[in-house]
């Protein structure tokens, strides 16, 4: 059976996004990356597509940027366009400009799927990188390699779902500490320096997602994420 090509677009092509797009490309479906230019876009058809990807980090109009974003959807009424929001696991620490994007998002569309990262990393993202030197609280990671998060896009998109909200993250994670050090030692940077304090941030799980998509992580263990 040959498979049904897609016409998908994605609002903010970045470290996500653009891998995204070749992946979804080399399946054969039509993707445009879209720009905050929502005239353009909406001008020439990018808005009439079978699925939205909003993978726009926060910014001042994040919160215009992703209303903009709906209602050049809703221009198309004949479409049943799914819509796949990139949210981030900050929401439970309360953050303030994520909880407001998520309660707009499913206002606009109660069938949003909501995907709530974890800290993206892989490839040249390396856990104690950019704290090298430095002294942080350790504390539990909530980590996820950006394979896993593109893979699990394109299963949210190829099975249809909707009206949901997921958190995307490595089934087995660590701590800080563990992670930064082991890094440290492989690539060579300065050790990161650890406070007696411990951050109390919460230890999250993908589950929910893994038994709604049948998901099976290709990176499981935060631990392997670099080897």
């Not at 221009?75 to 366009?81: C, G, I």
């Not at 990262?117 to 504390?139: F, S």
Request: with cysteine.
């Amino acid at each position: 059976m040959t498979k049904k090509k897609k016409k998908i677009a994605i609002l903010g092509c970045g470290w996500v996004g653009n891998a995204l797009k070749e992946k979804l490309e080399l399946a054969g479906d039509e993707v445009n990356c879209l720009s905050r230019d929502i005239n353009m876009d909406t001008l020439v058809g990018f808005y009439a597509c079978d699925a939205l990807i909003i993978a726009v980090p926060p910014s001042d109009e994040y919160l215009d940027v992703i209303e903009d974003a709906y209602f050049s959807v809703s221009l198309n009424e004949a479409l049943d366009t799914q819509v796949i929001f990139l949210s981030s696991t900050s929401f439970y620490d309360g953050k303030k400009i994520i909880i407001e994007a998520e309660e707009l998002a499913k206002i606009k569309d109660p069938d949003t799927v909501i995907l709530r990262l974890g800290g993206l990393m892989g490839y040249d993202r390396i856990a104690g990188k950019y704290t090298a030197g430095k002294t942080v609280e350790d504390g539990s990671t909530n980590y996820v390699h950006r394979d896993d998060v593109v893979n699990i896009i394109e299963s949210v998109i190829e099975k249809r779902v909707k009206n949901k909200i997921f958190n995307v993250v490595a089934p087995i994670q660590t701590t800080k500490k563990e992670i930064y050090t082991q890094n440290s030692k492989q690539f060579g940077f300065k050790e990161t320096h650890f406070s007696e304090n411990s951050s109390k941030n919460k230890s999250l799980s993908s589950d929910i997602l893994c038994e709604v998509l049948g998901y099976k992580f290709m990176k499981k263990d935060v631990t392997e994420f670099w080897l």
